[in-house]
């Protein structure tokens, strides 16, 4: 199988890239990820500066997706996560949402254990590890890849994990995929501006989606899930609101008035992340219902 190792490490997602291995419809293969933080936070001693920016949230990549084509939909299937035995996390006064709470900067190494993260003595929580930046790249300039948009990227969406499938946009030949910034645990908003942050790799398996898919997009066993992107939260509504609507008409085949009243009823209106440079929201619609329209 093929293995791309994460020394192709990427900062920004951008048709400007060379790739770092070609990749045919159909195969299976792995990217191999560092932690956010460019494995420069490995001991509680160790705090992040202003100096790391430059390398923070390195992605692999790119592939280039063999055949595919601008205006194609790359479909990106999860098929396995591993991750190492640890995880960091660096909090900071006046970084994230909680910044104004938390006094000084500290860094903490929580243990993985037997599909746990310890986060004490008395307290471990269930490993389910995620990717925070999936994406291709965009048209035109690049994009670093602490930023969220229509061609994907830092979504920080906890259910882009294994066994989800994400549909992302093919702007430039290739589509140029990349990923990284694995969290063994995050909640809804990362809201201290880190999840638990930690590497490993990711099995993976592409090819080209027929359905007219609102992209970025996720799907698993149960949902339907689309994301979107904005500087204000009201602005994500719109976005990810228009995209369900969207599929329930375009590729359900639903009437407009129909569709916004099973959005109304079933639909989940959820927050991604807010500490990014654009802020992420989701919608959720569960897949037992849209079977039955």
Request: aromatic share 4%.
């Amino acid at each position: 199988m093929k293995r791309i190792s994460k020394k192709h490490a990427i900062y920004a997602m951008s048709a400007a890239n060379p790739p770092a291995a070609h990749v045919a419809m159909g195969e299976r293969f792995v990217i191999e990820t560092e932690d956010c933080y460019s494995a420069r936070l490995k001991t509680k001693k160790d705090v992040f500066t202003k100096k790391m920016w430059p390398t923070v949230n390195p992605v692999t990549g790119p592939i280039f997706a063999e055949g595919a084509r601008a205006g194609d939909i790359l479909k990106v299937e999860i098929l396995g996560i591993r991750t190492r035995d640890w995880a960091v996390m660096c909090v900071e006064h006046g970084a994230g949402a909680l910044g104004d709470f938390i006094r000084g900067i500290e860094t903490v190494i929580l243990p993985i254990r037997a599909g746990k993260l310890i986060v004490s003595d008395r307290l471990s929580l269930p490993v389910n590890t995620m990717i925070g930046v999936i994406g291709t790249a965009p048209k035109g300039k690049g994009v670093l890849t602490g930023t969220p948009g229509e061609h994907g990227a830092n979504m920080d969406t906890r259910e882009i994990t294994a066994g989800a499938t994400v549909y992302l946009p093919v702007n430039v030949e290739g589509a140029l995929l990349a990923l990284g910034d694995l969290h063994a645990v995050m909640g809804d908003g990362e809201v201290c501006i880190c999840g638990a942050e930690t590497a490993g790799e990711v099995t993976l398996r592409i090819s080209i989606e027929k359905r007219p898919l609102p992209t970025p997009c996720v799907e698993n066993n149960t949902e339907m899930i689309f994301i979107g992107s904005a500087r204000r939260l009201d602005d994500c509504e719109k976005i990810v609101l228009a995209k369900a609507h969207r599929y329930l008409t375009d590729c359900l085949d639903m009437k407009p008035n129909d569709a916004a009243r099973l959005m109304s009823l079933v639909g989940q209106l959820r927050v991604s992340q807010v500490v990014d440079p654009l802020k992420t929201m989701k919608f959720l619609l569960p897949k037992k219902y849209l079977a039955k329209v």
